[in-house]
C-alpha cells in the first residue's frame, strides 16, 4: 500500500489480512484492527499518550510470572472476562449461573463429605452445604466439587510464600446429591494491587475489592461443566464487584447454626447448585 491516510488507513490493514486462511483468525485480526483504528480516529492521542499505554502494557506483561498473569487480572478489572464468560455460559433453563474462574484456582486436595478445609486459618467457623441437581429437579450423584476461598486475611495459600495447601478441597456428592464442607466465613477482599492494574485502578478511582465468596467448580459426567461462586448477602461490595462478577442469584444469606461435630455454634451456607446436560 501507498499513500496510508486516515481515510485508507483501516481498508489498508484490512487489505494485508486477505491471505490468511484460517477464517476465524481473519475475522478476529479483522475486527480488533477496526475497533483499535476506531478509538485512534475518535480520541487522536498524542505521541506521549500512545507511550503512556504502551508502557503500561510493558509493565503488565513484566508482572506475569507462573504465579501471576496481569494480563488477565486487566480484562478482569476492565469486564472484559465476565463479558467472555457471559457470552459462553448463555443460560437456557434454570441452571446456576457461572461466574468468573479468577487466577487462584489450583490443584485441590481430596477431601471427604464434611471434612474442615481451613487447617492453617484462624476465622469464623463455617458450615457449607448443598444439593446438586439437573435442570429436572433430580439429585445427582458422584458429582466431582471443588471449592476454593481466601482466608480472613483476605489471601489466597496460593499468594502466600508458604506453599501450604489450604481452603481448598475437592469432594463428591453423596448418593443423593449432597455435599457439605467446614471451613471459615470468607471476607472480601482485595485483588492484587502491587502492580500495574493495581496503578491503573488507583489512577481511575476504583477500588479494587471483591466481595466475600467461595469459589466452586462443578463437573459430572454428561453435564455442561460449572464455574461459578456463592456470594454473601450484606456485604459491602456486591454492587461494586472490581472484577463485575456478581449475580443476583448466587448470593446466600449466611445464618446461625451449630457444628455437627460438637454442637459449637458457626455459620451456615446453603448453596444448592443446578447443572446443565450436555447437549
Ligand atoms: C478471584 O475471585 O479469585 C479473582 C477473580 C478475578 C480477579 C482476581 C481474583
Ligand atoms: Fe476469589
Known amino acids: 500500500m501507498r499513500d496510508f491516510n486516515e481515510n485508507n488507513a483501516t481498508e489498508g490493514v484490512l487489505k494485508s489480512f486477505e491471505s490468511i486462511q484460517n477464517e476465524r483468525i481473519k475475522q478476529l485480526m479483522g475486527s480488533i484492527v477496526k475497533h483499535m483504528h476506531e478509538v485512534v480516529k475518535e480520541t487522536e492521542p498524542t505521541f506521549e499518550e500512545w507511550l503512556k499505554a504502551i508502557e503500561f502494557l510493558t509493565k503488565t506483561g513484566q508482572k506475569c510470572d507462573d504465579r501471576r498473569q496481569e494480563f488477565i487480572l486487566f480484562s478482569d478489572v476492565m469486564g472484559v472476562s465476565m463479558l467472555i464468560d457471559t457470552i459462553n455460559n448463555r443460560k437456557h433453563h434454570n441452571e446456576t449461573e457461572s461466574t468468573v474462574l479468577g ?43 471443588d471449592v476454593w476461598q481466601s482466608g480472613p486475611d483476605g489471601l489466597y495459600d496460593v499468594q502466600k510464600e508458604n506453599n501450604v495447601v489450604d481452603l481448598r478441597g475437592r469432594m463428591k456428592t453423596d448418593e443423593n446429591g449432597n455435599y457439605f464442607f467446614k471451613t471459615v466465613k470468607p471476607q472480601f477482599y482485595p485483588v492484587p494491587t502491587d502492580g500495574p492494574v493495581g496503578e491503573i485502578l488507583n489512577f481511575l478511582g476504583r477500588h479494587p475489592f471483591r466481595p466475600a465468596h467461595i469459589h466452586f467448580m462443578v463437573k459430572a459426567k454428561g453435564f455442561v461443566d460449572l464455574t461459578t461462586h456463592v456470594f454473601i448477602d450484606g456485604d459491602p461490595y456486591l454492587d461494586s464487584d472490581t472484577v463485575f462478577a456478581v449475580k443476583e442469584s448466587l448470593i446466600r444469606t449466611l445464618c446461625e447454626s451449630k457444628d455437627p461435630d460438637d454442637g459449637s455454634p458457626c455459620k451456615e451456607l446453603t448453596f444448592n447448585i443446578i447443572l446443565e446436560e450436555e447437549n
Open 103 to 145: 487466577p487462584f484456582h489450583a490443584p485441590a486436595p481430596e477431601i471427604e463429605l464434611g471434612d474442615n478445609i481451613a487447617n492453617n486459618v484462624k476465622g469464623e467457623k463455617c458450615i457449607v452445604k448443598g444439593r446438586v441437581k439437573d435442570v429436572k429437579g433430580n439429585n445427582l450423584p458422584d458429582v466431582s466439587v
